[in-house]
């Protein structure tokens, strides 16, 4: 049984949460609450985390917090803060047909000092699914251009999506991890023109062809002869 001591207790803590995720609905600018400062060192983290409302939370306070949590959590909690919250918070934005806050842009942004949990458990499992749109893509692609990943945290992105079967959003994807040059061993080039080629009923389509030429562009010169023959097959004129 429950002493009264401890139910009052429980209920002072509840109420300090609640109110605190009532000021981060409202959150513009500033010192967080002290509770949040704590929060990536309680035992039952997600737990607390889930009694302060995320998904209500202002795009002022996500970025923060994001920030705050990027370099205390380990990476299991920061994987399901990138998948349960920071990911449902851009489809909404998406799905609501509102242009993205330059909040939310900065928390995915943030989220790439991770690189390797934003690519496994933001980047792969939205763009896996069928249901992924070129929205998101265009969004991810410019933050795929603007920031750095480590050779092998790229390679590995692309390799991903490559495997999967072609459509618009990945491609757009692809084509912003082949505009950054990076260096690429032959296996992967291999893996790439076997994408091409495999998906070259799609030529005409401005996507696909914008792919192509800049992998083109880049990797070309990579290429044995034998493939640059396989590849040029590929007409991608109007």
């Known amino acids: ?36 400062k704590v929060l990536p060192f309680l035992k039952n983290f997600e737990e607390f985390l ?16 994001t920030r705050l949590f990027i370099n205390n959590l380990d990476n299991l909690q920061i994987g399901r ?7 449902p918070r851009l489809q909404e934005v998406i799905f609501q047909r509102k242009n993205i806050s330059v909040h939310i842009f900065l928390s995915l942004k943030i989220s790439t000092i991770r690189s390797k949990s934003f690519i496994s458990f933001i980047l792969i499992p939205l763009f896996k699914g069928e249901n992924c749109t070129a929205k998101e893509a265009i969004i ?11 050779q092998g945290n790229f390679l590995w992105a692309l390799m991903n999506l490559v495997k999967n079967p072609c459509n618009s959003p990945r491609l757009i994807l ?25 998906n070259s009923n799609n030529r005409k389509n401005s996507t ?8 083109l562009k880049n990797y070309y010169c990579f290429i044995s002869n034998e493939d640059k023959k396989r590849i040029l097959r590929i007409n991608v004129s109007n």
Not at 19 to 26: C, D, E, G, H
Request: glycine share 2%; aromatic share 18%.
């Open 50 to 65: 889930w009694l302060l409302r995320p998904d209500s939370w202002s795009p002022q306070a996500l970025s923060v917090i």
């Open 1 to 36: 049984a429950y002493s009264s001591s401890n139910i009052f207790s429980k209920v002072r803590i509840i109420k300090i949460f609640e109110r605190t995720s009532l000021l981060l609905k409202i959150y513009r600018s500033g010192k967080l609450p002290k509770l949040i």
């Open 174 to 198: 692809i084509r912003a991890f082949l505009s950054k040059g990076k260096p690429l061993p032959y296996r992967a080039l291999d893996l790439l023109i076997d994408f091409f080629l495999q």
């Open 81 to 87: 803060f990138f998948s349960q919250i920071i990911v």
């Open 208 to 215: 696909y062809k914008k792919c192509f030429l800049v992998f």
């Open 140 to 150: 991810f692609g410019s933050i795929i251009s603007r920031f750095h990943f480590s």
